[in-house]
């Protein structure tokens, strides 16, 4: 594909690879390290709109975006149309690239209010509620949402068109329903479907499952989708992205990242964390990372323990430098 790739008039390059909006994962710190190695879209975590409009700290927090994140998309949810309504034009006035419209995250205190998944179980209501956010914004909307609410009410195809012609400037599909969770293998079929649809001129991005450089290029050369959106296998793993590029340039593997490059990225991951979030929550959300920061190290237990348990940031520093020692030279699996 040789034509870049644009949401809206935003240019995202030829086959870009998009950071998945995920909760308690991609803040600035974490974004910082994915852009650096190669991602070429940005999502925020998701955003309540109740949050925003009633100025809740932790929601205005999470608007914080970055010039060198560019292009970047703010990510929202919410049951209620003229919440969300409002919420778009105050995310619209922290000047990101795009503002994108949570319609897939499947956790039971979002979609069982009718947010996020939810709203699969009213298809007028999510035609309604994306036409009146188009409208109340000037920058491109997107939406992320996943095939339906089960497997009996898969009508992503039909969806898909309905969101179009309402304004939408981008589309990313996670290819599982709504009960299924995360659970089972991400189905692409229909994801293939609404891109091949001869009606569909706007950007359609898959997610779900791509945890290797071979499965992406079989996915986009298979299903022919215009980018490909990565969500856990990045997590820990911010040199997916380049991973991926690079196989699909030359065919071959990037070497993995050394020791001392993980133990780098780690460290920078929680610096960043310490900035932006206080001491805190900076130890609490960056426990997650660190066991796929140090995935294939062999007798890590002890110091996955360690990480995941510190309540000091002092001595979060010093187990990544014991690490580094320890393992300096070790083949990583």
């Known amino acids: 594909m040789s034509e870049s790739v644009k949401i809206g008039n935003v240019e995202v390059g030829d086959f870009p690879l998009l950071l998945a909006p995920m909760e308690d994962v991609s803040?600035?710190?974490?974004?910082?390290?994915?852009?650096?190695?190669?991602?070429?879209?940005?999502?925020?975590?998701?955003i309540s709109s109740e949050g925003l409009i009633r100025d809740a700290a932790k929601s205005v927090q999470k608007l914080d975006i970055f010039e060198y994140e560019r292009p970047i998309g703010i990510q929202i949810f919410g049951y209620d149309i003229d919440s969300m309504r409002e919420a778009a034009a105050i995310c619209e006035e922290a000047n990101p690239d795009i503002i994108d419209i949570n319609?897939?995250?499947?956790?039971?205190?979002?979609?069982?209010?009718?947010?996020?998944?939810?709203?699969?179980?009213?298809?007028?209501?999510?035609?309604?509620?994306?036409?009146?956010?188009?409208?109340?914004?000037?920058?491109?909307?997107?939406?992320?949402?996943?095939?339906?609410?089960?497997?009996?009410?898969?009508?992503?195809?039909?969806?898909?068109?309905?969101?179009?012609?309402?304004?939408?400037?981008?589309?990313?599909?996670?290819?599982?329903?709504?009960?299924?969770?995360?659970?089972?293998?991400?189905?692409?079929?229909?994801?293939?479907?609404?891109?091949?649809?001869?009606?569909?001129?706007?950007?359609?991005?898959?997610?779900?499952?791509?945890?290797?450089?071979?499965?992406?290029v079989e996915y986009r050369d298979r299903y022919g989708v215009d980018g490909i959106m990565i969500g856990r296998a990045s997590i820990g793993y911010p040199w997916v992205f380049n991973e991926i590029k690079h196989y699909m340039k030359t065919g071959e593997h990037l070497t993995k990242p050394t020791i001392k490059e993980r133990v780098e990225a780690?460290?920078?991951?929680?610096?960043?964390?310490?900035?932006?979030?206080?001491?805190?929550?900076?130890?609490?959300?960056?426990?997650r990372h660190y066991t796929s920061y140090f995935k294939g190290l062999p007798n890590f237990k002890e110091y996955r323990t360690r990480l995941v348990t510190e309540d000091y940031a002092e001595q979060v520093f010093e187990i990544l430098n014991e690490i580094e020692e320890t393992y300096v030279g070790e083949a990583i699996l």
């Open 27 to 46: 803040d600035p710190p974490f974004r910082a390290l994915c852009k650096q190695h190669g991602a070429d879209v940005m999502y925020t975590e998701f």
């Open 103 to 216: 319609y897939g995250c499947p956790v039971k205190k979002v979609s069982c209010k009718g947010a996020g998944a939810g709203i699969l179980r009213d298809i007028p209501k999510m035609v309604s509620m994306t036409e009146e956010i188009v409208k109340a914004v000037n920058k491109p909307v997107t939406v992320k949402t996943r095939l339906g609410w089960d497997e009996n009410s898969k009508y992503i195809v039909e969806v898909a068109e309905r969101l179009q012609d309402v304004g939408i400037q981008g589309l990313s599909i996670h290819g599982r329903t709504r009960k299924q969770m995360y659970k089972g293998e991400a189905d692409w079929t229909l994801i293939g479907d609404v891109k091949n649809n001869p009606r569909m001129h706007i950007p359609i991005f898959g997610n779900g499952d791509i945890d290797t450089p071979e499965k992406a």
């Open 266 to 287: 780690a460290r920078k991951h929680f610096e960043m964390a310490l900035e932006w979030k206080g001491e805190r929550l900076a130890i609490n959300e960056t426990r």
